[in-house]
């Protein structure tokens, strides 16, 4: 039995991650109206999350163009995406907090 990929799940993979990093693009260009709309004490705070969007747009395009070749962008990424879920459901379960439920969704 072949360890080898079929090229149908391949194909799949690669159409997810170009959509991931589609939409990691929304997300960033929308980030940038909260970015110019905030008042100083979450400015910062907001351009980090739009710079970490950005980013995380161009680590998919780069895993959606060679994904063979970025294992450990892969690890990363999947780490910091289950941080992110595990961490707004901590959130809930504590009450709410702004987005948490939007971050899990």
Do not use: N
């Amino acid at each position: 039995m072949s360890a080898a990929v079929p090229s149908r799940w391949r194909a799949i993979g690669r159409v997810l991650t170009w959509l991931a990093a589609v939409s990691a693009l929304a997300a960033a260009v929308s980030a940038v109206s909260d970015v110019t709309g905030a008042d100083d004490p979450v400015l910062v705070v907001q351009t980090w999350r739009m710079y970490g969007l950005f980013l995380c747009t161009g680590l998919f395009v780069l895993l959606a163009l060679r994904p063979r070749a970025h294992g450990a962008v892969w690890a990363l990424l999947i780490a910091d995406k289950a941080a992110l879920a595990l961490t707004a459901g901590v959130y809930l379960a504590r009450g709410g907090a702004a987005e948490a439920a939007s971050t899990i969704g």
